[in-house]
């Protein structure tokens, strides 16, 4: 009997699209590169920035990579997975997501040329996990200490992680940032605990960058809610109350029959008494500010300016907290409940108009943990991104407090991670060594485009780095951008906190080994079973919509 001819096995819909093999992680790899060189060119102090304007005509100018990355609304899976490390990085230590990406775009770059010798995927991984393991051990060997007392070293880390973003006044900056830092920070048994949501960022345009401020106290975008209350008020004692001074409706359905003019002013001077009392209670415990989370009665409001009680209602709760843990005060859920031991205190309550807009400074507490930075800047993209900045340092000095560990920047460490993984790559030898010497050369990446944007020549500079840190007094030797020439990155008082380093190797390193896993890429019709736009790929799977490598 003739043997039945055999028939290709179809389990996929009509119109769908499969990519299998080297075509696949071609693909992969080609995305992570493009996404990667997209945002290369911002690192460092000589970074270019970037303009992305969205389809409503609004306008970000960046220098930020997670920042750019979002903003640019890349579709493609494999996009995503990047601007997925930007915002990891972002939100773990709030700095280095151009490093981040830029690694994984290295690995991915070097990995195709292994690929192309015929390695397996699998080895490839093998061999970078065996050299994240050994970079980050390298970083930390190189690492020095620092505690929240050490504020120049802390100012330094700051400058560090603002470079390239709001240059002019990023001294002024820094120097705010470490103030608010200090401020915020608790420190029990040892341990130190920075919680940066207790810095509150309130951003303004006009005036200039140098005029940004530290109050060390609460800034609210709220005005006082009546003419008559005092606009300053000094030996503040402050009221915080989440509930309304209203007379609240009936929560079922109520008639109220009144049959004559009499019971009509009975039932108004009623609720007149009633909110007479609130005000009274509020009096009665010494307070001259009341911060109402909910909303103030218009009688009640008469009432509260003529004791001389400035008032601001429908304040965040967020802002409510803040003003605790600055002031002192507890916030109150009844009015009648409120006593004098539960009022904050400020040296000044006062009202301002700041760009046009009403603004009330609770300034001069004693020993706040919550401080507000305003930030000022001569336009509003300026503003926007020099809260990025802000943001960042931020991040970085409380990451560099919290782990307690710093190392020089201007790519010295991943010169110095490079170095020791091709020593380490000799003593495993194989394929996988092939794959360590490959990360080595990943991690040079950083360098390498910190001196392209210096404008100095990349290969010259990679030699000279290796050479300086194979000797015995090199570790810090790095790209010294501002004078285009190699030098002391720690002399020059360039510093990042070390998880800035080590979570850029743990993100790229993971992203690099999800994609050289995938052989196969399957991308099936819309819902309605019509083709949906790039012949059967989903959005974005037919290309990064103009992008150039």
């Known amino acids: 009997m003739a043997e039945a001819t055999q028939q290709p096995v179809v389990f996929l819909s009509d119109g769908?699209?499969?990519?299998?093999?080297?075509?696949?992680?071609r693909l992969n790899i080609l995305i992570a590169k493009a996404v990667a060189n997209a945002v290369k060119s911002t690192l460092g102090p000589r970074g270019m920035d970037k303009m992305i304007v969205d389809e409503l005509g609004d306008i970000t100018i960046s220098n930020d990579g997670a920042t750019i990355l979002e903003e640019m609304s890349i579709e493609h899976p494999v996009g995503k997975m990047m601007v997925e490390i930007a915002k990891?990085?972002?939100?773990?230590?709030?700095?280095?997501?151009?490093?981040?990406?830029?690694?994984?775009?290295?690995?991915?770059?070097?990995?195709?040329?292994?690929?192309?010798?015929?390695?397996?995927?699998?080895?490839?991984?093998?061999?970078?996990?065996?050299?994240?393991?050994?970079?980050?051990?390298?970083?930390?060997?190189?690492?020095?200490?620092?505690?929240?007392?050490?504020?120049?070293?802390?100012?330094?880390?700051?400058?560090?992680?603002?470079?390239?973003?709001?240059?002019?006044?990023?001294?002024?900056?820094?120097?705010?940032?470490?103030?608010?830092?200090?401020?915020?920070?608790?420190?029990?048994?040892?341990?130190?605990?920075?919680?940066?949501?207790?810095?509150?960022?309130?951003?303004?345009?006009?005036?200039?960058?140098?005029?940004?401020?530290?109050?060390?106290?609460?800034?609210?975008?709220?005005?006082?809610?009546?003419n008559g209350m005092p606009k300053k008020v000094k030996a503040a004692k402050i009221a915080l109350i989440e509930a309304a001074l209203e007379i609240k409706s009936p929560e079922t359905d109520t008639k109220v029959?009144?049959?004559?003019?009499?019971?009509?002013?009975?039932?108004?001077?009623?609720?007149?008494?009633?909110?007479?009392?609130m005000v009274e209670s509020i009096k009665s415990t010494g307070a001259n500010v009341l911060i109402c989370q909910k909303g103030i009665d218009d009688m009640a409001?008469?009432?509260?300016?003529?004791?001389?009680?400035?008032?601001?209602?429908?304040?965040?709760?967020?802002?409510?907290?803040?003003?605790?843990?600055?002031?002192?005060?507890?916030?109150?859920?009844?009015?009648?409940?409120?006593?004098?031991?539960?009022?904050?205190?400020?040296?000044?309550?006062?009202?301002?108009?700041?760009s046009g807009d009403d603004m009330v400074f609770i300034e001069g507490c004693k020993n706040p943990k919550s401080v507000s930075m305003l930030i000022r800047g001569g336009s509003e993209h300026v503003v926007e991104e020099a809260e990025r900045a802000v943001h960042d340092a931020l991040m970085a000095t409380a990451t560099a407090i919290k782990d307690g560990k710093i190392v020089a920047g201007g790519g010295s460490p991943e010169i110095e991670m490079a170095v020791q993984l091709r020593e380490y790559a000799q003593t495993i030898g194989g394929k996988e060594q092939l794959a360590i010497e490959a990360f080595a050369d990943a991690l040079e990446e950083i360098p390498r485009t910190l001196a392209e944007t210096a404008g100095m020549d990349p290969l010259d500079t990679l030699v000279n780095l290796r050479s300086k840190h194979k000797g015995k007094s090199g570790k810090h030797i790095g790209v010294d951008v501002i004078k285009a020439k190699i030098g002391d990155m720690k002399a020059l008082n360039v510093i990042e906190p070390l998880s800035v380093k080590t979570q850029a190797i743990t993100s790229g390193t993971e992203v690099a080994e999800m994609l050289l896993r995938i052989d196969d890429i399957i991308a099936g019709t819309s819902k309605r079973g019509d083709m949906p736009p790039g012949g059967g790929m989903p959005p974005g799977m037919g290309g990064m919509g103009g992008m150039e490598m």
């Open 88 to 226: 990891t990085q972002d939100q773990e230590v709030g700095d280095g997501t151009t490093s981040a990406v830029v690694i994984a775009g290295a690995l991915l770059k070097n990995a195709e040329k292994l690929l192309d010798d015929e390695i397996h995927p699998s080895i490839i991984i093998k061999g970078y996990r065996l050299g994240a393991i050994k970079a980050k051990e390298a970083a930390r060997g190189i690492a020095d200490t620092v505690t929240f007392k050490d504020t120049k070293i802390l100012k330094n880390i700051a400058l560090t992680s603002m470079t390239g973003k709001a240059a002019e006044s990023a001294d002024a900056l820094a120097d705010i940032v470490v103030k608010a830092i200090t401020q915020i920070a608790d420190e029990e048994d040892g341990k130190v605990t920075i919680n940066i949501d207790n810095v509150q960022v309130e951003k303004k345009q006009g005036a200039s960058l140098a005029q940004s401020e530290l109050i060390k106290g609460i800034v609210i975008d709220k005005e006082i809610v009546h």
């Open 257 to 277: 029959e009144i049959s004559s003019p009499d019971q009509l002013q009975a039932f108004l001077d009623q609720e007149e008494g009633m909110l007479r009392k």
């Open 301 to 354: 409001q008469h009432f509260l300016a003529k004791e001389g009680i400035a008032a601001i209602r429908r304040v965040k709760q967020s802002d409510m907290e803040a003003l605790s843990r600055a002031t002192g005060a507890k916030i109150v859920s009844r009015v009648q409940d409120i006593t004098s031991g539960d009022l904050g205190k400020a040296e000044t309550v006062e009202a301002k108009k700041i």
């Open 16 to 25: 769908t699209k499969r990519t299998r093999g080297r075509d696949a992680q």
